[in-house]
T-cell receptor
């Protein structure tokens, strides 16, 4: 099946710094990617939809100036957590649908990035 | 808005026991329904899906039937194995054909030998 990778898998940073997380579709192109956040023992919460060549669409309550998303190519989306604070510590997961029908195509998930802000 | 509710875990079963994980949903329109599985230390993987009412998704011995009348998509397996130990997420595709997935809270399954 299709593969989505994320880098880094774990990152620890100091409060106030910025952290960039990469999401890559390795063997397929993705015009759309999704970013989720997962709290311990809780479900995944959609943060934003990343659109290749255009601005990301953020879910209600997600600060777009804090969570910068760039979808520069058909295989790469990046999430930058700016001026990170301890409350931003979480597990960040990206996904990408494998075809052009986003509502029914299988979505492939990256393995996630564990962010810890000290 | 759209939502998914799963039975709370953890669920602990002995090997070869029958498994049911309940999932109900609230949605406008006719969403697609999914079960994803997250094995320890790994990313989510699609287990099965159903795209319309009365469809049955199946994979690796797991089954779930899209029941519109009861707005349910319960996951079942006749005989679980230790290797099935994981977290299972029920999800639906959000309205508007956007590809967004709305997840339930996840149910942890532990199978003991």
């Amino acid at each position: 099946g299709a593969v989505v990778s994320q880098h880094p898998s774990r990152v620890i940073c100091k409060s106030g710094t910025s952290v960039k997380i990469e999401c890559r579709s390795l063997d397929f192109q993705a015009t759309t990617m999704f970013w989720y956040r997962q709290f311990p023992k809780q479900s995944l919460m959609l943060m934003a939809t990343s659109n290749e060549g255009s601005k990301a669409t953020y879910e209600q309550g997600v600060e777009k100036d804090k969570f910068l998303i760039n979808h520069a190519s058909l295989t790469l989306s990046t999430l930058t957590v700016t001026s990170a604070h301890p409350e931003d510590s979480s597990f960040y997961i990206c996904s990408a649908p494998s075809g052009t029908s986003v509502s029914t195509d299988t979505q492939y998930f990256g393995p996630g990035t564990r962010l810890t802000v000290l | 808005g759209d939502s998914v509710t799963q039975m709370e875990g953890p669920v602990t079963l002995s090997e070869e026991a029958f498994l049911t994980i309940n999932c109900t949903y609230t949605a406008t329109g006719y969403p697609s329904l999914f079960w994803y599985v997250q094995y320890p230390g790994e990313g989510l993987q699609l287990l099965l899906k159903a795209t319309k009412a009365d469809d049955k998704g199946s994979n690796k011995g797991f089954e779930a039937t899209y029941r519109k009348e009861t707005t349910s998509f319960h996951l079942e397996k006749g005989s679980v194995q230790v290797s099935d130990s994981a977290v299972y997420f029920c999800a639906l595709s959000g309205s508007g054909n956007t590809g967004k997935l709305i997840f339930g809270q996840g149910t942890t399954l532990q199978v003991k030998p």
